[in-house]
């Protein structure tokens, strides 16, 4: 099975976002990620629209429609009514919800699901009834997941940024591995697909996917937007997929 790749294009917004201009376009990007064989578009809009815009939102959903029939949009972020509101009015194939408070430069932690679950479980039934896909963002900890299916949630989405940020530290890189493939484990066994992201690159995934080889999706926007730098967009989701596909 092929862990399917979906781009994030957060970095791109945020680029766009330096200047009172159109370009980059995120659009026309997520199309030549699109063309280069991803799966999938991820959007994580916050309420400063530092990066992804409200703006952006259903022009994505309208790209996705009109020229890429079964592709996933995927839209994550803190649960606010706003923010559920906008999912509903684009209606994306997978909604993944982060723990995020709005002033935080980027996810940096799961959901604590054992303090948490009730909370969200009204919300997952909500995005559910509308026929959306949930995945809530976990840390690493087997023991946190058993509460997430009381959630209600489909899928969880792995934080692997500890794992990631051992790339000049092998010993601590296992380690880190073992945690995200223990919690799959015992998600997988409890009936929830796994999701992972968060600064994944080229030269971390195939060990990631070798631990959990049953992974659904990865997310990127970071690591692939800065390998677009040097190659292009096309080029870095086909580096990307060269690693998930072999």
Known sequence: MNTVLSVNLNAVAQLRNRRDLPWPSVTDIGRIAL?????GLTVHPRPDERHIRRGDVPEIRALIDDEFPGIEFNIEGYPTDEFLALCEENQPEQVTLVPDDPAQATSDHGWEFSSKHNYLKPIVARLNQAGMRVALFADADAEQVKWAT?????RIELYTGPYASCFDDPAGAVR??????????????????????????????????KRIPYLKEVSIGHGITADALEFGMAEAVKRFLTVLEN
């Open 176 to 209: 880190q591995l073992e945690l995200l493939g223990k919690t799959a484990d015992a998600a997988r066994a409890l009936g929830l697909e796994i999701n992972a992201g968060h600064d994944l690159m080229v030269a971390n995934i195939p060990a990631l996917i």
């Open 35 to 39: 063309l280069a064989g991803a799966r």
């Open 150 to 154: 009381d959630t209600g949630a489909q």
